[in-house]
């Protein structure tokens, strides 16, 4: 009869009519096979095609038999590729274990399926995260992840030429989808691919268009960091005037660490965060900003540590989804500010040498951010992706030898979990260019000595 219901299986399972043990992300199969696992758990119907003699009816019935056969083809539910594309992104969304929750790389992700469709990019770059995701989970590379993930950079490439799908928001959140894919799939040797002068270009069209939706808005707010970052050692990468406009327009996303006011931490705050290439790449001219935005790390340090405090205490009586995603959440955060601060506090003490309340507070931050990041290893790899980001902050930053061999073995620990571009032969490069920065820098003797100011000799001395 019509409407039998069938397997929940995974396709590939129901494939070979094999049982499916349904499991997330990946059912043991899928897994053991390295292939992807789609559409487990989703409930079907076996349609079943009815032979009927031919008899003599009246018009009331055969109006009746119309009506039946038009509500049953209703409930036949279509099924094609970008169908189950978009079911296999709903269940990645679903999967609640910190590991494994891709929820981490942006809260709009869940309103993807919906743009699937209508731009080849994002539908290619869609398919190769599903795809790469499955790798991620076995920590081995198939040559399907690869495939689907050189379609993706391939279509990619043919819809930038495009004049108007080359810069709209979908071949944006394509690109962004594919940077999430070479940190999964990118190992030690190779050379990544910066995105960012493309995100630039499009986020300078973008930014500006009429009936902007919380897609675009939440998409912007989170692209816009990673361009930001890229921005400090890539000079093409131009921050004004579109910056500005996007702040003004996009709210931060919901799922931001904020404070009790329900606000971004000021250190944290996009306006803020978009000063630090500049802060970096000419420190000699901008001290005071400099101290400024220390200070500002300093009182926000304390600030986050406390809630980072309560969601360790939480985590010790409950192993709910939300406590432990929350307290991965805040130890990103709380790396990430002291990172920034291990950076500041060096140009600082280039201006100062000497200031022992500089150096017991640069043992400070290092220590923490290197026990944190020590205990975020459990959440591996998804919840502590941002662990190599924090290391290179430190890597450039630091001259002592005990505390570079430190980051390195947690490097070494972390990344065979997770097949990771070597963050700190990356980071060389900005290393160079962070410490020839620093040899522009006079200390305020000099600096005073030289434009005859000796005034202001106090104020630009640090004090702790």
Request: glycine letters at 6%; charged letters at 20%; proline letters at 5%.
């Given at each position: 009869?019509?409407?039998?219901?069938?397997?929940?299986?995974?396709?590939a399972?129901?494939?070979?009519?094999?049982k499916?043990?349904?499991?997330?992300?990946?059912?043991s199969?899928c897994t053991?096979l390295e292939?992807?696992?789609?559409?487990?758990?989703?409930k079907?119907?076996k349609?079943?095609?009815e032979q009927?003699?031919?008899v003599?009816?009246d018009?009331?019935q055969?109006?009746k038999?119309?009506?039946?056969?038009f509500?049953?083809s209703?409930?036949?539910?279509?099924s094609?590729?970008?169908?189950l594309m978009?079911?296999?992104?709903?269940?990645?969304?679903?999967?609640?274990?910190v590991?494994y929750?891709?929820?981490y790389?942006g809260?709009?992700?869940g309103?993807?399926?919906?743009y699937?469709?209508?731009?080849?990019a994002?539908?290619?770059a869609v398919?190769?995260?599903?795809?790469?995701?499955t790798?991620?989970?076995?920590?081995?590379?198939?040559?399907e992840a690869y495939t689907?993930?050189?379609?993706?950079l391939?279509?990619?490439?043919t819809?930038?030429?495009?004049p108007?799908?080359?810069?709209s928001?979908?071949?944006?959140?394509?690109?962004?989808?594919i940077?999430v894919?070479?940190g999964?799939?990118?190992?030690?040797?190779?050379?990544p691919?910066n995105?960012?002068e493309?995100?630039?270009?499009?986020?300078?069209t973008?930014?500006?268009?009429?009936?902007?939706?919380?897609f675009?808005?939440q998409?912007?707010?989170t692209?816009?960091?990673?361009?930001?970052?890229?921005?400090v050692?890539n000079?093409?990468?131009k921050?004004?005037?579109?910056?500005?406009?996007?702040i003004?327009r996009c709210?931060?996303?919901?799922r931001?660490?904020?404070?009790?006011s329900?606000?971004?931490?000021?250190?944290?705050?996009?306006?803020?965060?978009s000063?630090?290439?500049?802060?970096?790449?000419?420190p000699?001219?901008?001290?005071?900003?400099?101290?400024?935005a220390?200070e500002q790390f300093k009182?926000?340090?304390?600030?986050?540590?406390?809630?980072l405090?309560?969601f360790?205490?939480?985590s010790?009586?409950?192993t709910?989804a939300n406590t432990?995603?929350?307290?991965?959440r805040?130890?990103?955060?709380y790396c990430m500010?002291l990172?920034?601060?291990?950076i500041l506090?060096k140009?600082l003490?280039?201006?100062?040498?000497?200031?022992?309340?500089?150096?017991?507070?640069?043992?400070?931050?290092?220590?923490r951010v290197?026990?944190?990041s020590?205990?975020?290893?459990?959440y591996?790899?998804?919840g502590?992706?941002?662990?190599?980001?924090c290391?290179?902050?430190l890597?450039?930053?630091?001259?002592?030898e005990?505390?570079?061999?430190?980051?390195?073995?947690l490097l070494?620990?972390?990344?065979?979990?997770?097949a990771?571009i070597?963050?700190?032969d990356?980071s060389?490069d900005?290393r160079g260019?962070?410490h020839?920065?620093?040899?522009?820098i006079?200390?305020?003797e000099r600096?005073?000595?030289?434009?005859g100011?000796?005034?202001t000799?106090s104020?630009?001395t640090?004090?702790?």
């Amino acid at each position: 009869m019509p409407g039998v219901p069938s397997s929940r299986g995974c396709e590939a399972c129901r494939k070979v009519k094999k049982k499916c043990d349904q499991a997330k992300p990946s059912c043991s199969r899928c897994t053991r096979l390295e292939i992807p696992c789609v559409g487990s758990g989703q409930k079907r119907y076996k349609f079943i095609k009815e032979q009927k003699a031919v008899v003599r009816r009246d018009a009331g019935q055969v109006q009746k038999d119309h009506t039946t056969l038009f509500l049953e083809s209703l409930r036949q539910i279509p099924s094609n590729e970008i169908t189950l594309m978009g079911g296999s992104l709903v269940s990645l969304l679903n999967v609640e274990d910190v590991r494994y929750d891709v929820s981490y790389y942006g809260p709009f992700l869940g309103q993807i399926p919906k743009y699937l469709g209508t731009n080849k990019a994002l539908d290619s770059a869609v398919g190769a995260l599903t795809h790469t995701f499955t790798a991620l989970h076995t920590n081995q590379l198939s040559r399907e992840a690869y495939t689907s993930f050189g379609k993706a950079l391939k279509n990619l490439r043919t819809t930038l030429l495009d004049p108007e799908q080359g810069r709209s928001v979908s071949t944006m959140c394509a690109i962004y989808l594919i940077m999430v894919c070479e940190g999964w799939l990118t190992v030690p040797g190779e050379t990544p691919v910066n995105h960012g002068e493309a995100m630039m270009h499009i986020m300078n069209t973008v930014v500006y268009k009429d009936n902007m939706g919380t897609f675009e808005s939440q998409l912007l707010y989170t692209l816009a960091i990673p361009v930001i970052m890229e921005s400090v050692f890539n000079p093409k990468i131009k921050l004004s005037p579109w910056l500005d406009t996007l702040i003004e327009r996009c709210p931060p996303p919901r799922r931001n660490v904020k404070d009790e006011s329900g606000k971004p931490f000021d250190s944290m705050n996009l306006r803020n965060l978009s000063r630090y290439p500049v802060l970096l790449k000419h420190p000699e001219h901008h001290y005071y900003e400099i101290l400024s935005a220390y200070e500002q790390f300093k009182i926000d340090f304390v600030r986050i540590e406390e809630h980072l405090l309560k969601f360790e205490l939480e985590s010790t009586v409950s192993t709910s989804a939300n406590t432990v995603r929350m307290l991965s959440r805040f130890q990103a955060a709380y790396c990430m500010i002291l990172g920034l601060a291990f950076i500041l506090n060096k140009i600082l003490r280039a201006y100062n040498p000497g200031n022992d309340a500089l150096e017991a507070e640069s043992l400070v931050f290092f220590e923490r951010v290197m026990e944190i990041s020590r205990q975020s290893l459990q959440y591996r790899p998804i919840g502590a992706c941002f662990l190599p980001v924090c290391m290179a902050f430190l890597w450039v930053a630091s001259d002592d030898e005990d505390q570079l061999d430190q980051i390195q073995s947690l490097l070494i620990t972390y990344q065979p979990q997770f097949a990771m571009i070597t963050w700190v032969d990356e980071s060389r490069d900005i290393r160079g260019m962070f410490h020839t920065v620093l040899g522009r820098i006079e200390t305020p003797e000099r600096a005073i000595s030289s434009s005859g100011d000796s005034d202001t000799l106090s104020e630009l001395t640090y004090l702790s």
